[in-house]
């Protein structure tokens, strides 16, 4: 136990330092005119992400399925300050539409410099009832579309040597119960990014990706998720937000936030049956 609380606190010194020397690096002038595509951004950190982007001076385009709420939150892009801020609305769970988001965003803006893969698809967060349709959809929405876009945008993010971010989670890292369709989705993304990173670093490409890992975060979608079976703090979506902008703004492979998420990622390996019986105990149920 003794060591285990030594490497905790050691692990938690290595993360805050991670961030605060992300931190001091970071330019907040690199997205000024920075030319912007924000998948999910309705609401929650797509949309608090936008607003960051604005605050900079970024040119972004934004999407999701509703116009109405996408109306307002482009308003609010341009009294924050955005240089453009445009919207298109799309369902990604379409086979279509991803690609069509990526050329709007394209045509609009005149290219891209960051492709910023943020959505999911509505999942239940409960024991697995044998809904193997509902992962055979949800792929698409949280899967398929991320690979279309990222693949439709790589040619212009090779010319403005730009950057992917990719919004996973810490269901991307190891397996939590509630939640096998969406872990299995985020278990994709991260295998598929992961590769393709190898792969652009051996081609000597000028794009980076970058890969985020979330904990529990206080927007309205995950809080309703979540009521009642889970008790731990949720984290501040603004704050999660400006989390990502800068991993990407600076070409960080990775983001863990908040920063028990990266003990979390080193414990499951060291301590397995500690962590399991962490992940179990945190959930409110009875059979
Ligand atoms: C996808 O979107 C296109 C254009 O909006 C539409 O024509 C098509 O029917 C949609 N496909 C599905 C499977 O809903
Ligand atoms: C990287 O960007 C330069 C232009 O600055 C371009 O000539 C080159 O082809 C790009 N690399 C790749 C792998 O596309
Ligand atoms: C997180 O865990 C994965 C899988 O065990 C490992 O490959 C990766 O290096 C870990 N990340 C960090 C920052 O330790």
Redesign the pocket.
Known sequence: MLTFIKILIASIFVGILAVFWNRSSFDPESLRGARVLVTGASSGIGEQMAYHYARFGAKIVITARRKKILEKVIEKCLSLGAQEALYVS??M?????PE?VVDFALEKLGGLDYLVLNHVGKSSFAMWNGDVDHIRWLMKPNFFSYVQMAWRALPSLEQSKGSMIVVSSMAGKMSNPFAAPYTATKCALNGFFGSLNHELAMKKSNVSISICTLGLIDTESALNAVRGIITTPAYPATEAALNIIITGATRQQELYYPWFTYVMNLTKDWFPSLTNHIIRNALNYNP
């Open positions: 799309a369902d769970s379409n086979e279509t539409d069509n």
